[in-house]
């Protein structure tokens, strides 16, 4: 595997428009300070495995903080991706298994962190973990106290949300969306039915913090969901930052809240742009665990590589919902190796070069992805049209748009004795086979040897004799 290499010095060239979910309209991407791009997106929760719909954020998010890099260098933008590690459903988990929450959370992060990696995503600049934070987060509520948008009710403290005048501006939820949404969550200690939790007590055997003594709240509690973010955002990037992200679901309540709290607690708004992306469906609609229609990437990764999963999950523009289909994967996966396929005719260093201009237009206008695909193709078909310097060096841009786009980090070699598609050989029995045809011949027994390469070639491996021995690649 080569490793991500170290960003080539390409011309600041950037004219990034970002869809604004709060401005409803693409606006130009221009950061409040070019040395210190600033974004945060919502992380995971983790108490089980994640399925392929909510690796589509971490996906497009990875390909906006590889387009920032590219742009601003990559030591002057900052990516903050959290860990939700304290959680009703982590703690419903732990008490259904008997793992300890700190074991139980540590282990679904990593594997988070090693799926994400199998499909080229960044590990972002900073992963906070939201039990990392709690002081953070006490302090919050006390600067909430202090602004008069805060109150203590029967063990729980709450935002008012009469207390923030913009509220709804950025989901664009209606009075009436939002009192919908606040009959899912009636208490009768809330003043007002759409006031949300920033604080909560924990029943004994559940994790807890001391209140602050001035809240009047006794015993112990946790935070809410809500308030951990608008806690990290301000601790690891600052009260203002860049851009904030998450998939679309999260606009109301989650960022609103987020976006309320933070305003009135810093007097300042919490981000200038705010970007969302759609879904990835399957069947019938959302895929989800309620609906039971989910594929995780985990068994994926046993069939597939991580690249090929990466291109289903970019076919679509981000902001499109996406249909997700063994076939979808399958296309994919063949639109990668006609790539590899140059490749390995075409040996390349990726040196200095820099994109086809028209991957680079297509990803600045809000990461249009589908666009930016067709002018790989494009790219691609001119370099099969020619030969010598002139496809070396075509071949040489696409190596440098895979680095920009998070594609082509196989060598060509490793890339077709990847996964085998459905019911093809796998490399270890191909292996095998090939070590048999070189018995084989030593015994002088060519027919054998004859018939196990035709036997191969039928399961679409070509074997290539060379000086040092046989090698094989999926044909
Ligand atoms: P959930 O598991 O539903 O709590 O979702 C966790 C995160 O994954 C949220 O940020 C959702 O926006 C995201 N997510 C869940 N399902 C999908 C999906 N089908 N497509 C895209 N994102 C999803
Ligand atoms: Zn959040």
Redesign the pocket.
């Known amino acids: 595997m080569r490793a991500f290499s170290a960003r080539p010095s390409y011309p600041l060239v950037m004219a990034l428009t970002l869809y604004d979910t709060a401005a409803r309209a693409k606006r130009p991407f221009e950061p409040a300070d070019p040395e210190r791009v600033t974004m945060y997106v919502?992380g995971?929760?983790v108490y089980d495995h994640?399925?392929i719909?909510?690796?589509?954020?971490a996906v497009v998010f990875d390909l906006l903080f590889r387009t920032l890099r590219r742009a601003y260098g990559p030591e002057a933008v900052i990516y903050a991706r959290n860990f939700t590690d304290i959680d009703d459903k982590i703690i419903a988990a732990s008490a259904a298994s008997g793992e300890p929450i700190k074991a139980l959370t540590d282990r679904y992060a990593a594997i988070y962190k090693a799926e994400t990696a199998a499909l080229n995503v960044l590990t972002p600049t900073v992963e906070p973990r939201a039990t990392g934070h709690i002081e953070d987060m006490t302090a919050l509520i006390d600067r909430l106290f202090a602004a008069g948008a805060a109150y203590a009710a029967e063990g729980h403290v709450l935002f008012s949300v009469s207390a923030f005048e913009g509220y709804g501006a950025l989901s664009g939820a209606d009075q009436e969306e939002i009192r919908a949404g606040a009959r899912v969550d009636v208490a009768p200690y809330k003043r007002d039915a759409t006031d949300f939790v920033l604080w909560k007590p924990s029943k004994a055997g559940e994790p807890g913090w001391p209140a602050p003594k001035a809240w009047g709240v006794d015993g112990e509690g946790r935070p809410g969901w809500h308030l951990e973010c608008s806690a990290m955002i301000a601790r690891v990037l600052g009260e203002t930052i860049d851009i904030h992200g998450?998939?679309?679901?999260?606009r109301f309540p989650h960022h609103e809240n987020e976006c309320a709290q933070s305003a009135c607690a810093n007097g300042a708004p919490l981000a200038r742009y705010w970007v969302h992306?759609?879904?990835?469906?399957?069947g019938a609609g959302?895929?989800?665990?309620?609906e039971g229609n989910v594929v995780l990437p985990r068994d994926l990764l046993q069939r597939w590589p991580g690249e090929a999963l990466r291109w289903a999950l970019l076919s679509a523009h981000y902001r499109q919902p996406?249909d997700w289909s063994d076939d979808l994967i399958a296309q994919s996966k063949r639109q990668l190796d006609k790539f590899y396929r140059l490749f390995l005719e075409t040996p390349v260093e990726v040196n200095g070069a820099a994109p086809p201009a028209g991957v680079i237009e297509a990803i600045e206008d809000d990461l249009n992805t589908p666009a930016a695909f067709a002018a790989l193709h494009d790219a691609r078909d001119r370099a099969m049209a020619s030969e010598g310097a002139e496809r070396a060096q075509i071949a040489a841009s696409l190596r440098a748009a895979g680095d920009l786009l998070g594609f082509f980090h196989s060598s060509a070699e490793d890339w077709f004795k990847g996964a085998p598609e459905e019911g093809g050989l796998s490399a270890e029995a191909i292996d095998a086979r090939v070590k048999e045809r070189a018995a084989a011949r030593n015994a002088k027994d060519f027919a054998r040897a004859d018939a196990i390469r035709d036997e191969l070639a039928a399961a679409g491996v070509v074997i290539e004799d060379g000086p040092d021995g046989a090698t094989w690649r999926r044909g």
């Open positions: 919502c995971p929760t994640a399925h719909g909510n690796f589509r954020a998450g998939g679309q679901d999260l992306n759609g879904f990835l469906r399957m959302k895929m989800s665990k309620s996406l």
